[in-house]
Every structure is written in structure tokens, then in C-alpha cells.
């Protein structure tokens, strides 16, 4: 991610624009999350076969964002997947459309901690 400064001599300045003088600097930022104090663990996988979707569902601490990740083949390095968009705590289940595989593996991970 990058952040911009804008330093001027006329007062509350927006970042973006002219201005009569100042200084514009951009820097790279990196911002991470609080690290866990629980370890993340799934709790409940159900399989709703009416519509063909899974639930999976986890521990969770509040305040944290968590991503739930999915794919086919455990032997295929790099082949996960999000599902979804994230979700923060308290939030702590996500669902995932199965029909057109005959098995699926998920994970759960806390991105953006150290």
C-alpha cells in the first residue's frame, strides 16, 4: 500500500491538486493485523445438499479478519483459493458452492498478521 503526505505552508491541504508550495512524498506502508491469541480451528463443516453448499465454521476472536480458502487437489502446492471475501470477527463461518466437485478441502487463515 502506498501513503501520501502532503506538506504545505497553506494550511489543511488535499492530497491530490495544486498548491502554492509545500512537498508531495509517497511511501510504501505495510499494515498488518494484531497476531492471534487462539489458534484458528475448524469447528464445524456441514454439507447442505439441497443446494449443494458447504459451511464451514471456526473459532474466532473478534476484530480479526479471516479468509477461508478452498481447493481440490492437497498435492498441488499453491492451489488455494479464497472463497468469498473476507470476514472479521465475530463473524465466523462462510459458506462455499460444491456442484460441480465431488470433494473440496478448506482452510482458514488470519491474513495480514506477522
Do not use: C
Amino acid at each position: 500500500m502506498v501513503s501520501r503526505f502532503r506538506y504545505t505552508g497553506g494550511g489543511v491541504a488535499i492530497y491530490k491538486g495544486l498548491a502554492l508550495d509545500g512537498e508531495v512524498e509517497d511511501y510504501m506502508v505495510e499494515l498488518f493485523q494484531p497476531q492471534l491469541s487462539i489458534d484458528i480451528v475448524i469447528t464445524n463443516l456441514s454439507f447442505i445438499a439441497s443446494n449443494t453448499v458447504a459451511k464451514v465454521e471456526w473459532t474466532v476472536e473478534n476484530g480479526i479478519t479471516y479468509q477461508m480458502q478452498a481447493t481440490t487437489n492437497l498435492t498441488v502446492s499453491n492451489s488455494w483459493v479464497d472463497v468469498e471475501v473476507p470476514v472479521v470477527g465475530p463473524i465466523n463461518w462462510q459458506t462455499n458452492n460444491m456442484s460441480a466437485q465431488t470433494n473440496k478441502f478448506y482452510r482458514v487463515t488470519a491474513p495480514w498478521t506477522e
